[in-house]
Structures are given as C-alpha cells and as structure tokens.
C-alpha cells in the first residue's frame, strides 16, 4: 500500500517537472541541513531550505534586510519599551490544516526560552519576562529591559512559530509550518523536494514545486549547472568558475552581499597577541586585496571592523590598517619581536579559510611570523579552537547578522576582554532611538578597530549563479535563506 | 645482478622515471627555480613559458617548483611508511614461521586479518580525523597498513625455508630460532623484500596522493601532489594545466617504480608467478 | 576437520569481537561533538549541555558501547545523533547506491580483463601482449580520483555524455545506470588492470600442465585449449581477485563517490565523520569489516574443504 502510494506520488513528480518546466525549480545548495528544525540547529542548510519557504515567525527579513511583518499583521510597543503587543494574521493555517494562534506564539517562544531549550541562538529570546496570549490573535510579551534588536531578533529562522502540540521530533524530518511551500519529501544523501501551500494566507507562491539538490563538490556543482541539472545555485561554492558563468549567455551571476564578515581571529589572551602592538603589526602585516582576489577571485568587501558595508550604520575603517608590511616588522620590534615568532594557523573547511590561509601565511612570513597550518573539520575546530581556545589565529567568517554583540563577551573564542566594549553594548541595547543606536554602532565599529581585535579582512559575497529567465531570487543574504516565495520563470 | 637488470628493458624504463623524481626531490633541498612558499596572487594562472616553465597555480606559485617540493613529500612519505612496515612486519612474520602452529603465530596471523579487514582508507581518514591532518599522520595511517602485507610475505617465505637441509643443519649446530631467522633466513628473503617494498613504495605515493587529494596529507605550506590536484579541481575547466602535471608526475613516479619492482620479480626468481594481487 | 572449522569460528568470533571493541575506542576519542557541531559558533554552553543530554552523549561510554554492540547482534545499530533516525535505515539506504556500484564496477572490470587477459595469454610476447602489459601497468598507475577528475572534466562538462554525478535514485532503472557508469568505470579501471595481468599469469601457468599438452595433443589449437582447458583451471586465482576486489570496492570508492556526489556508503560515513555523528561512523565501519572477516572466514574454509593441506593460507 505505501509502496503504490510512493511510486503514484513520483510518478506525478516526475510527470508535473516534464509537463511545466515554467513551474519548477532545480536549486542547488553545497551543504545538506542535519535536519529541518531551526530552532534546534544552527546549520544555515537548515534555514536555506525552510525560512519563508515553509516557516514563517513573528517579523522577517525582507530581500534587502529590513524588519517587516510576518505572521503578526502589526505591533504596538509600550511607552517604555518593555511591552509589545503583536495582533497576528487570522487565518493562518499549518501545513497539516490546523490554525495558528496566539497559543501557538506562546508555546513557540516559552520553548526557545526555557531552561532546557537546544535553540542554537538561545540568546534570541534571553530578554523576554513573559509571553502571554490576550486573545487568539493577540500577544503580549514583556521583556525585562528595553531592547531595541527585539523585532530583529524575532525576524531569525531561530524564532519562527512552531505549532503547539506538534511532535518536535517528528519535524525534524517532516516540517509543518505556515510558509508558502509545503514539505513534500526528502531523498537523504540527494535532495529535497517542496510544493506550493494552495492554502497560504499571503500571496500564493508562483512555482509549483521545487527541488533542493546537494552537490557538496564544487566541481561538480559546476558541471551541473553547465549540464542544466541545476537551475540555480544560490551561492556557488567556487568564485573561479563565476566567470564562465558570466561569459555563458545561458546565465546569470547574481553578486550580493552577505552577513559574513570574513576575519582573521587572533587568540586575545595568548601571548603574543595579548600585545596590542602584536595585534596592530598582523592587521599592518595583511594584504586584504591579494585574499579578496587569491582567495575569492576578487568577490568581496574590504572591511575594517566586524561590521558589515552595506548596513546604514558602516564606517569605512579599512585605511586604520592598510598593509604596510614595514610598519609591522616596526611594530613587531616595538613591541619585543624583532624577529618575528612562530604561531599557529587553524583553519575550517571552507575555501575562504583554506585558501585564504595559504596567502595570509605568506604574508605574515614576509614579516617574520612563521605559521604551523594546520587544516580541521568544522567539528575538530569548534572543539579545539572555538571550545578549547587552543589557537593562535584561525580564520572564520561570522555569516549571523549584526553578531558584533559577541566582542562583548570574554568567553568568546577570541576572548575580547574590553569594559568599555561591554558598556558600550549594555548601552545600544536598552537605546530605542534610531539615530543614537547608529550612533553607538559606529562608535563600537572605532572601538573593534582601534584594539585591533581581530584581523577584519572581507565581506563574504553572495556570488550565486542563475538561469537567466529565473526571475525574483534574493540578490543579498540579509540572513541564510533561499527564498523562493516570490521566485518564476519568466518565459 | 646489477647489469642483468638493466637488461632488462622494464627496469630501465622503471628505473630512469623513478630516480628523475627522487633526483628532483634531493635536488630541491638546494635549489627550486621559484621558491614555494611566496604567494603572487597577480601572476596566477600563467601557462607554461620561458620562466616558468610548467606555468604558475592560482595563488601565483611556480608549479615546476611546486612539483620538485612535492616530490620529496611523496617520496619521504612512502619511504617512511614502508620502513614502518618493513621494521615491524618482518620481525613479525619471522617470529611466526619460527613458532609455527604456537599461540603467538595464531595471534600475529589473526592480527594481520584483522589489520586487512579494515578499509585502508577509510582508516586512515579515522586517524587524521582523531590527531589532525598532517605528513606524520599521513605515514602512520599508510605505514600500519603495510605491516601485515610485510609479515605475511616473510611468514610464507620463512615457513619454506625452516624445512631447508641448510636451517636443519643450523638447528643441529645449536643455534636458536632468533639466531636462524637472523642468520639463515632473512638474507634469503631480502630479494623477496625488496620486490615487495618497490611495489609497496609505489602504492604508498599513491596513498599519499589520495590522501592529500582529501586534505588529511601533508599541511601548506608544503606542497603536496595530492593537493596541488585538489586545489585544481575547480580550476581545470579553464586551466588544465594545473591539474595535467601533478597527476601526469604521480602516474609516472608510480609507473617507473611498478616497472622496476616487475622487472626485479622476474630477475629474481623468473619462476615467481606474474601478476600482482 | 570439524576440528578445524570450530577452531576458526572461535577466532572469527574473537575478532569481531576485537574489532568492535578497536572502532568504538579509536572513534570514540575524536574530538568534537555532535551537539556542538549541530548548534553552531552562536550556540549557549546551556543548549549544547542540553541536546547533549537529549541524545544520549552523556551516558558512560561502557553503556554506549555495550547498547550499540549488543543492539548490533539484533541488527539495531541505533539511533544517529545528527538525524534521529535508526542507523541501520541509513546504512541500507546508501547500500542501494553503493552495492550497486561495486557489482557495476567488478561486471566492467571483468569485461575488460577477460578478453585482454586472454589475449595476452594467447598471443605471449606479441605487440598485443605488449600492449596489454603496458596498458595495465599505465592503468594501475593513474590515481582513480584523477582520472574522475578528468573525465567529468572530459565528458560531463565539456561533452555532456554524462550528468557530472548525482543519483537520481533507482525509479528509472536506466536513468539509475547511466549516473552509475562513469563513476563505476573510473572504479573498473584499476581492478581490470590487476585482474587482466592475474588472468594473465594463471593462464600462462596452466599452460604447462599436463592437461593442456593433451588437449593439444588432441588436435585443439592453441587458442581452443586455452579458452576449453586453461580458462577453467585459471578461474580459482582469477575468482579469489575478484572476491577482495568486491570488498575493496565497497568500502575503496569513498573518494569516487565524493567526486561524482553519490549518495552512497562512502558519503555517508564523509558527513558523518565532519558531523561528529559517531555512532554512524562505528556502525559503517564495522560492517564493512564484519564483511571482509567473513568474507575471508568462508574463502578459508572453502580452501580448507577443497585442498586439507591448505589448513593455513601463506
């Protein structure tokens, strides 16, 4: 029986791609999610597959960035900032047809919070007191202390709206959310397959169903997206192939901008680099443009602080360390190394680090630090160099939006230790006036680069590759998504 | 014995592609036309020319040069690792022909079994996974794998000899069993030894190669042939060089080095089965 | 005999044993965890603490092991931590890629060593044996993962005659075959070397034999009483190639199956291993070395039926 069943369903998949290539969609992605609940992961796979595809929360991330409303129509903040009232959209369904109500955003947010929560970014939901629902369509939640990212953070995949009663175990391999695309099955090892929510409360989605592939191998994402195997590759893993993408007329290359400042990380509390005069010789001793271009074939933006360029608030601090090779073999000797010392390189899996790698121990050899390099798997390197402190540079893009809140932690990985850099933060969190927070941000943008915390090299471009009839696919990543919801070909 | 190779037109084919690359490994201990750890991102990507003669990589780094370093990885690697193999496998097998049917040859015997059934690769990927990767790592993992194919070799030659009038005679003269294997057996094995350990050579490039081609063999800045290709890999669509010479340098190390370990076999004992298992 | 028989039960149940005993130790100290892994740089020590504790990380490594390896003798290799889902589902799901796989290689492998095999057999010291030495001794040489590089540069990028890779599953039996065929003739090429040169020698040997002198003698020619005579009495060196060369295949096409992105054994244990999902990576390996110890446990007995003097393989 289920055998008939299985085999009907494909035969109609297989069927519905050959009869309308007009309303399907290939998607490639490098990475498969370990599952499909985001907020129980913190793999990006896991929200390129359902953000605004199939789970909706609260407030979203619009294409460029913004704040807009999700599953709350609207919302009314409290005089002093501590109480919002969100009046949620009635209709909403599920995927398995029940309503989504106020219990629903309760029960959401109480379980990211609680005590046991395996929510990847508890930190989210740390400033909440209390959520209560007033009616079915109304929320209150209290919060302990003003906090002006508060609609921000319930715009993360982390935050979306689960369904109160539904097995949490069970979504992890059967998804049940509000979105435009319903989950339809997942092949393990292959693919993903989706279909549109002919029930969606908003604009209906224009695709019918969509394919989400895993092609790990960026040579082979390559030669599928030439083979027309793929339609889309939203971020393609390898730059140097862009391109003859660019040069094919069959194409199109959809450069953006992402959340991932890209950074050298230097181990603040380990000698040498607990020597400011260190840590300013690296950031003289580094050539952003040869890594933008070795290492991403040009795709990227200098940056100067962990902060990323294309938000409002950036400031341009590159030229506070320009590579001047002389003046950090100067500063090095200022500071007791004249000649230079031996340190390690850790480096993850991806091919900024890895490449990026090769050409920053070059450059910092010229100045007379020798690296030992060695490469890890993200699993070896969260446990030596991010649990273990046990480096002495590693290079890692941060992709979370607006993260530079973790210098204000000691215990972060690189173990930033700055009063003022905490106070400066305490303080942009309870500061709800726009201007004063760009204010704040641009004054932490200063503080990052005039400790020299880290090496801040580039911002991680969205280099993502296209049919060229493929209309309406996101050109930023203002968070990890693929959204599809507004995605159709246009012939 | 040495003239009678060279005779032979296997070996010497063998023998000339093997010693180019040990010759341009000992040689770029002084001299590489470039050096290889100075990266100039805007010379990348030359074709092969009157300076650089193989063209340059991606990060703008001489690939002849490139080819000579890594060279001595490979080499240094299989070498050590067949050592590794030879130093403890040998022994072992010895010890077990002289104590045949005891408790000791059924340990080492099973314990060989148990070493082959475990996929090589995998394995080794285990091991780089729990030390991290690196040329050192890279040895052990091929090395253990060469130590049973060692033990049982010398087992199975060893066991033919002990019936032998001339151990027999060494026996009757009181000499002990450490004292014959030593003595009387193992230089009657060496020819075999020395068959296996080319082929074992050539099979440790190889495992080096894949190795490396995966990101578990030797780390940069040393280059490395089995990276040079995986670092290629996105980039032989548009420039194949870069992929053409690191595996055209492993595919002749290894042919040159499969060729005189033939060569030898046949030399040695012309009786001695063709083929490799 | 009996004796015998008994005697390497024992041992081939010592062994596993062993061998459970060395992958649960030898993986289990790889640093790293699964629930740091699936939480990420963002992730509070409290959440991690807690989904550490949901999927059984923090029982003592004596009970883990001891549940995985009694589960083991009821075909349960548990639960993934990453996936939550039984181990054995995801084992024999890759299966049906990478059994294929092999069988698909080995059927190439011997199509392509026979007949050259042969050839060189019959025509000793020819151009044609010539050849066949030299084509084998190149086709040993080239480093598989090379040669698939090169030929999806060759024919899935620049010609297109193959998809690059991928498994689009088995629902078309064709389309399944056609993503299996450059992946299992880059495999083939190496085993077909090694095997075409075994055929080779064991033809050569049987060539000797009394038997081959009175085929000839009967009128047959040269040709006729290798393929009659010889073909026959090369086979057991022949299939004892074949039969490692399968539990190579299976467990050696890792790197194959990352470059052309098969979902098979290979790949799944490459994830597993990056994921920290350790009980996955046991389970795999320790069916593929249960495999080759039986394998090798029913290639001793049979030896050891057929010729009693073969009570030891050399």
């Known amino acids: ?491 | 014995m040495i003239k009678a190779a060279f005779k032979m037109p296997g070996f010497t084919i063998g023998f000339i592609l093997a010693m180019t690359f040990v010759l341009a490994a000992l040689v770029s201990f002084f001299w590489t036309p470039f050096p290889t750890d100075i990266v100039d991102v805007p010379n990348k990507f030359q074709l092969p020319n009157r300076v650089n003669w193989l063209g340059t990589d991606h990060l703008g780094r001489d690939i002849f040069s490139m080819l000579m370093v890594g060279a001595r990885t490979s080499i240094a690697v299989a070498v050590v690792a067949v050592g590794i193999g030879m130093g403890l496998g040998v022994p072992l097998g010895l010890a077990a022909a002289a104590r045949k049917g005891s408790l000791l040859d059924e340990v080492i015997m099973r314990g060989n079994d148990l070493v082959f059934a475990f996929p090589a690769l995998l394995i080794a990927i285990l091991i780089t996974a729990v030390f991290g990767p690196s040329a050192v790592n890279a040895i052990i993992a091929i090395g253990i794998f060469n130590i049973p194919v060692f033990a049982r070799l010398s087992r199975g030659a060893a066991l033919s000899l002990w019936t032998r009038d001339f151990v027999l005679s060494a026996r009757v003269a009181g000499k002990g069993a450490v004292r014959i294997s030593a003595e009387h057996i193992l230089p009657n094995i060496l020819n075999l030894l020395i068959v296996q350990g080319t082929i074992q050579f050539s099979l440790g490039i190889l495992a080096e190669a894949a190795l490396s081609y995966i990101g578990l063999g030797a780390q940069p800045p040393i280059p490395s042939w089995g990276r040079m290709l995986a670092d290629s890999q996105t980039m032989a669509s548009f420039a194949p060089h870069l992929a053409l010479f690191p595996g055209a340098a492993i595919v002749l190390t290894v042919l040159g080095l499969n060729l005189m370990g033939d060569a030898l076999r046949d030399l040695f004992d012309p009786k001695i089965r063709r083929g490799r298992e | 005999m009996l004796r015998y028989i008994l005697k390497r039960l024992i041992s081939l149940g010592l062994s596993l044993i062993a061998a459970s005993v060395l992958i649960f130790v030898a993986i289990e100290i790889i640093p790293g965890d699964a629930a740091a892994y699936m939480l990420g740089i963002n992730a509070s020590p409290e959440a991690v603490a807690a989904l550490r504790e949901q999927i059984g990380l923090n029982q003592s490594d004596f009970t883990r092991y001891f549940d995985w390896a009694t589960g083991m003798l009821r075909g349960d290799f548990g639960i993934s931590y990453t996936y939550r889902v039984p181990v054995a589902d995801m084992i024999s799901n890759r299966l049906w890629v990478s059994l294929p796989l092999a069988m698909y290689a080995l059927f190439l492998s011997t199509l392509i060593a026979f007949p050259i095999g042969i050839i060189a057999a019959s025509k000793r010291g020819s151009v044609a044996d010539w050849m066949v030495m030299g084509g084998t001794q190149l086709g040993v040489a080239i480093p598989n993962f090379w040669f698939a590089m090169l030929m999806v540069q060759l024919l899935a990028i620049k010609y297109q005659f193959f998809t690059a890779g991928g498994f689009p599953g088995w629902d078309n039996f064709w389309l399944g075959m056609k993503a299996l065929t450059l992946p299992a003739f880059v495999l083939a090429l190496p085993q077909a070397s090694i095997l075409a040169r075994v055929m080779r020698s064991a033809l050569l040997d049987t060539l000797t034999e009394d038997f081959m002198r009175t085929a000839r003698a009967k009128g047959r020619t040269r040709r006729g009483a290798l393929v009659h005579h010889a073909l026959r009495n090369a086979m057991i060196p022949v299939l004892t190639i074949i039969g490692l060369q399968f539990s190579f295949l299976l467990a050696g096409a890792i790197i194959i199956e990352k470059i052309f992105f098969l979902p098979g054994l290979g790949s799944l244990i490459l994830t597993a291993i990056s994921q920290r999902d350790l009980i996955v990576v046991e389970s795999v390996v320790m069916l593929l070395v249960f495999a080759v110890i039986v394998v090798t446990f029913v290639v001793d007995i049979t030896y050891a039926l057929v010729d009693p003097r073969l009570r030891r393989r050399v």
């Not at chain 1, 390129?48 to 807009?68: M, P, W």
């Not at chain 1, 919302?75 to 900032?81: C, F, M, N, V, Y």
């Not at chain 1, 950031?283 to 040869?290: C, E, L, P, T, V």
Request: avoid cysteine; charged fraction near 20%.
């Open chain 1, 1 to 491: 029986m289920k055998r008939i069943f299985l085999g009907a369903s494909v035969l109609a998949l297989t069927a519905s791609m050959a009869m309308a290539q007009s309303t399907h969609i290939n998607i490639g992605d490098q990475l498969e999610p370990p599952h499909l609940d985001p907020t129980a992961g913190a793999a990006g796979a896991i929200d390129n597959v359902v953000y605004a595809n199939i789970y909706e929360g609260l407030t979203r991330f619009s294409a460029d960035g913004d704040v807009i409303a999700g599953l709350a129509e609207s919302w009314d903040i409290s005089e002093d900032g501590l109480t919002y009232t969100f009046n949620l959209r009635s209709g909403v369904k599920y995927h398995d047809g029940s309503d989504m109500t106020a219990s629903d955003v309760v029960y959401s947010l109480n379980r990211a919070r609680a005590e046991d929560s395996t929510n990847a970014q508890k930190g989210l939901f740390a400033g909440i007191a209390d959520v209560t629902a007033a009616d079915d369509t109304t929320v209150v939640v209290t919060l302990t202390s003003e906090n002006g990212g508060f609609l921000f953070n319930m715009a993360w995949g982390d935050a979306i709206i689960l369904n109160e009663g539904d097995d949490v175990e069970a979504l992890k391999s059967q998804p049940n959310g509000t979105g435009a695309f319903t989950f339809t099955n997942w092949v393990q090892g292959d693919s993903i397959n989706l279909a549109r929510n002919e029930n969606y409360w908003g604009t209906p989605a224009i695709l019918e169903t969509v394919t989400i592939k895993y092609i790990s191998d960026p040579t082979a994402a390559f030669a599928a997206m030439m083979a027309g195997d793929i339609d889309a590759f939203p971020t393609f893993p390898a730059p140097e192939n862009l391109p003859q993408f660019d040069a094919d007329p069959r194409f199109t290359v959809i450069i953006g901008s992402t959340e991932g400042e890209t950074i050298l990380a230097t181990n603040n509390k380990m000698p040498p680099f607990d020597n400011p005069l260190v840590r300013k010789a690296l950031s003289h001793a580094i050539d952003r443009s040869a890594i933008i271009d070795g290492a991403m074939f040009g795709y990227g933006t200098p940056i100067g602080s962990h902060f990323a360029p294309h938000n409002p608030a950036y400031i341009d601090l590159t030229g506070e360390s320009n590579y001047d090779p002389e003046l950090a073999r100067a500063l090095l000797a200022e500071a007791g190394y004249p000649d230079g010392f031996t340190t390690t390189l850790k480096l993850p899996p991806p091919t900024y680090a890895r490449r990026g790698g090769e050409i920053i121990a070059a450059q910092l050899r010229a100045v007379g630090i020798e690296t030992e390099v060695t490469n890890l798997e993200w699993g070896s390197w969260l446990e030596e160099v991010f649990r273990g402190y046990d480096f002495g540079l590693t290079i890692v893009s941060h992709t979370e939006p607006m993260d530079f809140g973790v210098y204000a932690d000691p215990e972060y990985y690189f173990q930033y230790d700055s009063a003022e850099y905490q106070a400066l933060m305490e303080e942009l969190t309870a500061e709800t006036d726009p201007d004063r927070r760009i204010a704040l941000m641009q004054d932490a943008q200063r503080m990052m680069a005039a400790d020299d915390v880290n090496v801040y090299l580039f911002q991680l471009a969205k280099t993502g590759v296209a049919n060229k009839n493929i209309v309406g696919l996101w050109e930023n990543s203002p968070t990890q998504a693929t959204d599809l919801t507004a995605v159709y070909w246009s012939e």
